[in-house]
């Protein structure tokens, strides 16, 4: 079945960078386009990034303004997601996502929590 | 794209029905012809799980009490008779235009 796991999340002080992982199985990695998307605590959901299945194209939330970078490495069938100069803002579970059929969003995995504060 | 999403909660008896509206603040009518708009719902604690995706295509194991219609703007998403299992957020997502976006999520809880 198609799994889903981040990890990496974690406290970490304003301005600091942190860097998310996640592992896929189940699936051929290397076919499908991946999401990141966030969700502050109590708060809705959150597209952050979209990376095409071979790497070559990357998308960004407009209010990300070029701090965070999405890759992968499909020899790994793992996603990463590099946050730099986080903000108090920035506090969400970040969850890993497989790009289904018609542009949807097909199986999420449970989420990593990361909070940001001093 | 703004996606508006009213109510933002929805008391349902169980056994009746429970309808949300989502609204985009522009079409989303892709050059392609096709609308890209989705159906998603989170139970409590839970990562979100798919349900309609292109405004009516029920995704695999979704029950068929879950529909979804309209077209351009509008669209709205119908349970015809909630269960105890239905309860929790549900969200609409336009991917049409970068960057995708979410409407803010409606509650339904049992009355």
């Known amino acids: 079945q198609v799994q889903l796991v981040e990890s990496g999340g974690g406290v970490v002080q304003p301005g600091r960078s942190l860097r998310l992982s996640c592992a896929a199985s189940?699936?051929?990695?290397?076919?499908?386009?991946i999401h990141w998307v966030r969700q502050a605590p109590g708060k809705g959901l959150e597209w952050v990034a979209v990376?095409?299945?071979?790497?070559?194209?990357?998308y960004y939330a407009d209010s990300l303004k070029g701090r965070f970078t999405i890759s992968r490495d499909n020899s790994k069938s793992t996603l990463s997601l590099q946050m730099n100069s986080l903000r108090n803002e920035d506090t969400a579970v970040y969850y890993c996502?497989?790009?289904?059929?018609?542009?949807?969003?097909?199986?999420w995995g449970q989420g990593t929590l990361v909070t940001v504060s001093s | 794209i703004v996606m508006t999403q009213t109510p933002l909660s929805s008391p349902v008896a169980l056994g009746q029905p429970a309808s949300i509206s989502c609204r985009s603040s522009q079409s989303l009518v892709h050059s392609n012809g096709n609308t890209y708009l989705s159906w998603l719902h989170q139970r409590p604690g839970q990562p979100p799980r798919l349900l309609l995706y292109?405004?009516?295509n029920r995704f695999s194991g979704v029950p068929d009490r879950f529909s979804g219609s309209g077209a351009g703007t509008d669209f709205t998403l119908k349970i015809s008779r909630v269960e105890p299992e239905d309860v929790g957020d549900y969200y609409c997502?336009?991917?049409?235009?970068?960057?995708?976006?979410f409407g803010q999520g409606t509650k339904v809880e049992i009355k």
């Open positions: 990376i095409s299945f071979d790497g070559n194209k990357k």
């Open positions: 996502a497989r790009a289904g059929e018609s542009l949807s969003i097909d199986f």
């Open positions: 189940g699936f051929t990695f290397s076919n499908y386009a």
């Open positions: 997502m336009q991917a049409t235009q970068f960057p995708w976006t």
């Open positions: 292109k405004i009516s």
